[in-house]
């Protein structure tokens, strides 16, 4: 039993797959001179995620749900 | 002489800021008190009004209460003090994979869990896996496991409490509490400030039962999340003042304050990929909290549940992000005691704290003290209450006091209301339970939250692969379920004792949390006595999956 769609597990898989940035592991940049790269990556990655839920639950709340 | 008028004009201002921080924090005790003695008034007498609130809870008020319990102490003190000894790392590695795991498991088990416990009249995990498993000796097998683990996870709020408190009141009694450190002399010491805090948790709890909690969890996330944030400006504005001790804007601030921060701190050079990607598990933990479980049941509807699974990532990233700057900032010379450096590790719990007292006038500080009081005692309220709500439920009417009659016809739990003597009995376990975790508490002190929190959420996450199996797969057997608890039992205990917080995976250098075997096994364990035994019967499982 699965009653959820398919886009919200290709978009938890992707959102996995973005958490692990090694790009930035060892990179000390500042973005605007305060906030440690590796850091303001995570808070931009904080953001999506919040933005992905609005998409997943409104668009994509299971249908046995709706009724309870 | 000069020095010495000085010296005791210093003293004399110590300990009227200390005071006021004292008497702040106890006002703040107060109006929690009064939001316990309001919600009783709104109480029904019956236990399914106690424990779950008549599922009555809507989204706004359901949000503020799943945030406020899973931000415990650990989400502002841990965090700052864990960033100081290692750095931004912290940030990626428990709090941004927090926001999607936590609210993936809202969605993929707290919305189920909501839906088949209203149907089938559950109150507890024990409950929901008896039904769903046809077997009534889950019990046996779940509630000890489930309160053994939530006892560390109650220790970090009552250790983390009395650190807090400490050194957030120092100055206030110098006479009666002397102290090696100057940094804590005169502070309220870790035995007596955890000791009220547990007292005040406790007796809103008992008179408000889950209305009460959610009320106070709600008024609580407001408060720390607001005095979070207004910390993280004022230490930011102390901290990066110009040379010449004049403060500038707040860009400016942050940028003075992470001038001279080593690049260990700001970057992730000393933290390993193998360990970043491991700590992906330890969320999921949230799945299997019994007092997450709890809370979920107090939901209005399922359309509840979309406004906490949208704003968690955002709400942990408002709470996080100031803590970890602020915890990084201190990892730069000349912030703190020149003596804390030399072990960040034992002193990483006192960090926020000090920085707290040292950086703003002392009704902020006090403000600032119920803020982070708060974060703790929003998890140490519903944690108490679950523990309550296992004994009676689980133990006490299931083999000590029968139910008088099942009112719900679907369910083999029933709707068991027999009124106020369970409610008295779940306080009387509530009490043994923070007993038991106030004097290991006081024991434990000098422990890393941090460390204790990590224990506790493996445990946690070792039983993940059996609620979701619960849920979503019919093939799953009580006895799939039970040898796979025994499994996580029998290798939390080896790693815990044999490896330590990290292991090696065999033949290569990458290090990893016990988690990730853990977790492993119980899921291999599961499935494989789960093929070999026998299933529920059919009827159950139609009742969960249709036919």
Known sequence: MNPFNKWIWLAIAGLLLLHHDFWFWENDYLVGGFMPIGLAYHVVYSIVVTITWVILTFKFWPQDLIQE | ?547
């Open chain 2, 1 to 547: 002489m000069d020095f010495l008028a000085q010296a005791a004009a210093a003293d004399s201002d110590a300990f009227s800021d200390g005071m006021i921080r004292v008497f702040v924090i106890l006002i703040y005790f107060a109006i929690l008190l009064l939001l316990g003695g309001v919600a009783t008034t709104f109480l029904k007498k019956n236990n399914k009004d106690y424990l779950l609130a008549s599922h009555s809870i809507g989204p706004v008020l359901l949000l503020m209460s799943l945030f406020g319990t899973t931000m415990t102490s650990f989400a502002m003190v841990g965090s700052s003090g864990e960033a100081f000894v290692s750095g931004i790392g912290v940030y990626g590695k428990l709090a941004s994979i927090s926001g999607l795991i936590h609210s993936l498991c809202f969605f993929v088990i707290g919305t189920r869990i909501w839906k088949y416990g209203k149907k089938f009249g559950h109150t507890t995990q024990v409950d929901f896996f008896r039904d769903r498993l046809d077997s009534p000796r889950m019990g046996l097998f779940l509630f000890p496991v489930l309160v053994l683990l939530i006892i560390p996870y109650i220790l970090g709020g009552v250790i983390g409490s009395g650190t807090i408190i400490q050194s957030l009141t120092s100055g206030a009694f110098p006479e009666w509490f002397p102290h090696d450190q100057p940094a804590l002399k005169g502070g309220v010491p870790p035995y007596l400030g955890s000791l009220v805090v547990c007292l005040v948790v406790l007796i809103y709890v008992f008179f408000g039962g889950m209305r009460g909690t959610a009320w106070a969890n709600c008024f609580q996330t407001i408060v720390f999340m607001v005095l979070g944030v207004v910390t993280f400006y004022l230490i930011a504005i102390k901290l990066g003042s110009d040379a010449s001790g004049q403060s500038t804007d707040l860009l400016t601030s942050m940028q003075n304050a992470i001038k001279n921060v080593p690049t260990t701190h700001t970057t992730r050079s000393e933290m390993s990929h193998s360990m970043f990607i491991a700590y992906m598990l330890i969320p999921l933990s949230v799945g299997t909290f019994p007092h997450l479980f709890q809370h979920w049941l107090t939901a209005k509807n399922a359309a509840a549940f979309k406004l906490p699974i949208i704003m968690h990532p955002f709400f942990i990233m408002i709470v996080w992000v100031p803590c970890i700057m602020v915890g990084v900032w201190a990892s730069a010379p000349g912030v703190l005691p020149a003596e804390w450096y030399a072990n960040p590790s034992e002193n990483q719990n006192k960090v926020l704290g000090y920085l707290v007292t040292k950086h703003t006038t002392p009704v902020v500080g006090g403000l600032l003290a119920a803020g982070v009081l708060a974060a703790i005692m929003s998890s140490l309220d519903s944690q108490f209450l679950c523990v309550g709500t296992m004994f009676t439920n689980d133990i006490y009417r299931r083999f000590i006091k029968r139910p008088i009659g099942i009112t719900n016809p679907e369910s083999t739990n029933g709707d068991k209301s027999d009124g106020e003597p369970s409610v008295w009995v779940a306080r009387a376990f509530i009490i043994v339970i923070v007993a038991i975790s106030y004097v290991l508490g006081i024991v434990l002190v000098g422990k890393s939250i941090f460390s204790l929190s990590i224990w506790c959420f493996t445990g946690y996450t070792g039983l993940f692969p059996i609620i979701l199996a619960a849920l979503y797969w019919r093939g799953l057997t009580a006895a799939g379920a039970q040898a796979a608890i025994l499994t996580m039992i029998a290798t939390w205990c080896y790693f815990f004792f044999a490896t330590g917080d990290k292991l090696y995976v065999p033949g290569t250098d990458w290090d990893i949390l016990p988690v990730v075997p853990i977790t492993v096994a119980t899921t291999i364990v599961m499935i494989a006595v789960s093929l070999l035994t026998r299933k529920p019967s059919e009827h159950t499982l139609s009742r969960y999956f249709g036919s």
